[in-house]
């Protein structure tokens, strides 16, 4: 049977990400992803344990970082691992990447000034002379639910 290597990851980046061109108009994007999780330890103290990931983007999903990704933003993201190594000053050095496949923006847009937008509406308004007689309002359906 053949291998996974396969890498989920929902975090925030920790930089904007930085653009290489290589020959042939390869692109290259990298930036870094944190990912936080928390519990309690004997004490009852809150304890959160942060691990950053270098992540890897390649050819089309790299212009697509370039442009939308910024420092802060949360993202789910998909990939798979890549240990590297190299020498420096004669010592072996190692580095873990994630190889992104794909990755989706999470959590609202802000605009230019910062401010977060409205969220999108699960319905379109429409006035009451346009809606068909037979059709549930909005305040009707959600009279309806069990809970």
């Known amino acids: 049977m053949a291998g996974l290597n396969k890498v989920i990851l929902i975090g925030h980046l920790g930089r904007d990400p930085e653009t290489t061109v290589y020959e042939g108009n390869v692109k290259r994007v990298t930036f870094t992803v944190a990912t936080s ?4 330890d004997k004490a009852g103290n809150k304890v959160t344990q942060t691990e950053w990931h270098n992540i890897v983007c390649w050819r089309g999903l790299a212009d697509v970082a370039s442009q939308y990704l910024k ?3 949360q993202v ?6 890549r240990t590297h190594s190299w020498e420096d000053n004669g010592v072996k050095k190692y580095a873990t990447d994630i190889i992104a496949d794909t990755f ?7 605009n230019n000034e910062g401010a977060q937008e409205q969220p999108i509406q699960p319905f379109p308004t429409q006035d009451q002379s346009s809606a ?5 309002t909005i305040e009707s359906a959600e009279d309806d639910l069990p809970f």
């Open 37 to 40: 999780e928390s519990y309690k």
């Open 71 to 73: 420092k802060g933003m």
């Open 76 to 81: 789910y993201l998909e990939g798979k691992i």
């Open 104 to 110: 989706q923006m999470l959590g609202a847009k802000a």
């Open 132 to 136: 068909p007689t037979n059709a549930p």
